[in-house]
């Protein structure tokens, strides 16, 4: 499919649209994470050093060779991004060059080819324009998007793959978390270390997180506050979320040091608060420190930050066996206000200082 001028392959995406919708089979008031595909997809294939073949087919199977390295040895990385769409119709990206960034630099530490923004930025336009009527815009709803990537070679051994795919799909969707969360510090487990891949969007990342997070469902807890592999002291994130706190009046979230997503809803969280002059610290957060200041009276709040999870409040922290019940969500002030300012924004329904949103 690929249309070469001399030595040029464009890499603006062939459409090849899907013969019948499914988009009246969807019931868009009861969305749930994640399990409701768009029509059309993006695909490239990564060959002989270059990206080429894009185009936008119908959502369905792709044909693999049992041997592809990302199955075995999982050199395979993602991203997460939303659209919206607000009352009057009107379509909206979100800091959309924050993800490709990021993307490309979970490619260069996994040992894949890096993404051009002609495929990722461009083509996911393309895509938006022809799933345009999958974008939902009732109340909570978003279309999430999900690119990622992974090694194709079809042969058995520890070395980078010479070839790859990248494939856009997404997904209207509600609410990632629709209850306030109960998490546990996880005491036995650890999600990075120092030098190691916790800030890359790697599908190991999370596959390693699933037998801790399935044992802490298992005694009833939503998820898991990572500490830091090292000392196992400082608070990290929480896998699908960066994590905030108010202590005393000021809003706190653990620095970035290598072991942490760049998550770019924690990012925005930051900027928005300062813009509006609260009080900020991005600093290490020791679990003791939790414990002293919600026994103290002073842990007002914590919630989770992400692009699936949104603002998701925090409804109580569990640390070395106690319980701590934090104030009732309901009367949480930084976090729905949190969500509604970015909210606002996001639909273009409020100021946009940044130039985060991008109207497609
Ligand atoms: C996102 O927030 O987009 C993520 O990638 C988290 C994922 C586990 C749903």
Known sequence: MEYLCGNFIALKPTIHPIDKSRLSTVDFNNLPFGKVFSDHMLVADYEDG???????????????????SALHYGQAIFEGMKAYKNAEGEIFLFRSQENFKRYNLSSDRMCMPAIPKEIFIDGLKELLKVDSDWIPNLENTSLYIRPFGFATDDYVGIRPSDSYKFIIFTCPVGPYYNQPLHVKMSED?????PNGTGEAKCAGNY????????LAKEQGFDQLIWLDGKTMSKIEESGTMNLFFVIDGTLVTPQTTGTILHGVTRDSVIQLAKHHGWKVEVRDIYAQEIVDAHFAGLLEEAFGAG??????????????????????VEEAKVAPLLYNMLNDLKLGHAPDPFGWLEKI
């Open 50 to 68: 270059q990206w080429k073949t894009v185009r936008i087919v119908p959502y369905g199977p792709i044909e693999l060779m049992p041997a592809i």
């Open 207 to 214: 596959a390693a997180a699933m037998l801790p997070q399935k």
């Open 307 to 328: 692009t699936a999870a949104t603002i998701a409040p925090i409804q109580s922290i569990s640390y070395q066996g106690k319980r701590m019940e934090l104030p009732p």
């Open 189 to 193: 487990f650890t999600r990075a270390f």
